[in-house]
């Protein structure tokens, strides 16, 4: 069990390992080692839309509040195709900062697509850009991006955010009796979470605060352990030692 506080003390306090988001009450860590849940956004409702018959996987893991489930292609199809997610959110503090952090993978065998994942805001007239994928970033690998959301992307307490994804797989080079070479590019999605912040008179996140009360109260609660189990030890074999004397003195 000591063992245990302090290397999960060791942990909270390598900076290498702990990832703060400025996220209330919200501490992330690479291991998903501790997450409070912002309640203060609420996912009112989605869509999927496109070509979602070319999925082998439900819409539904998209916004499952699950990270290991992701929406997957029928990855034998030759063509174009895209399905567009789009998440309408109502957050209590219309005020408030916001912040969308997502998963996906981006595969790529051979370049088909400039710009295979979109996601965009909507400013209560129009969609705006907040993010697009370059066919050379994070290429055949999952990975995770925490965009800033403008103010402007909160509208009436309500903020709607939509996701493009896409497919494209075509053969290059059939010319009999070479063996054609098959392109294939896509980007698959996990999950997305949007998230708010309050940022305080010093500009330290909350979520940073919280953290350095959770790692003391650990180091402390390992202290008071250790200190606990050496002072028995001391108080037993000193006793014993009475004991033993006494019956010495008893016996002779
Ligand atoms: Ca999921």
Not at 137 to 155: Q, R
Not at 161 to 178: E, F, N, Q, R
Not at 236 to 241: D, E, K, P, S, T
């Amino acid at each position: 069990m000591r063992n245990l506080i302090l290397f999960v003390s060791l942990l909270l306090v390598s900076s290498s390992e702990l990832v703060l988001t400025p996220i209330s009450g919200k501490i992330q860590t690479n291991g998903a080692l501790l997450v409070v849940a912002d309640e203060t956004i609420k996912l009112d409702s989605y869509t999927c839309t496109g070509d979602v018959d070319k999925l082998t996987s439900p819409c539904q893991n998209a916004v499952d509040g699950e990270w290991k489930t992701k929406l997957t292609w029928n990855n034998t199809l030759l063509g174009d195709f895209c399905v567009i997610i789009t998440e309408n959110y109502s957050l209590q503090d219309p005020t408030s900062n916001i912040s969308w952090k997502f998963k996906a993978y981006h595969y790529r065998e051979g370049s088909l697509i400039p710009k295979p994942m979109r996601i965009e805001f909507w400013n209560g007239s129009s969609w705006k850009e907040l993010y697009e994928l370059d066919d050379t970033d994070h290429t055949n690998e999952d990975f995770i991006e925490v965009l800033s959301v403008p103010k402007e992307a909160l509208v009436n307490g309500k903020t709607a955010i939509k996701t493009t994804l896409m497919y494209s797989s075509h053969v290059a080079g059939a010319i009999p009796p070479s063996y054609p070479e098959r392109l294939l590019h896509y980007v698959e999605f996990f999950e997305a979470e949007l998230s708010s912040y309050n940022e305080n008179n010093g500009g330290v996140p909350i979520s940073f605060l919280f953290a350095l009360v959770i790692t003391a109260a650990i180091i402390f609660g390992g202290l008071v352990i250790m200190h606990k189990r050496s002072r028995p030890r001391g108080d037993i074999q000193h006793r014993g030692l009475k004991e033993l004397g006494g019956f010495r003195e008893i016996g002779s």
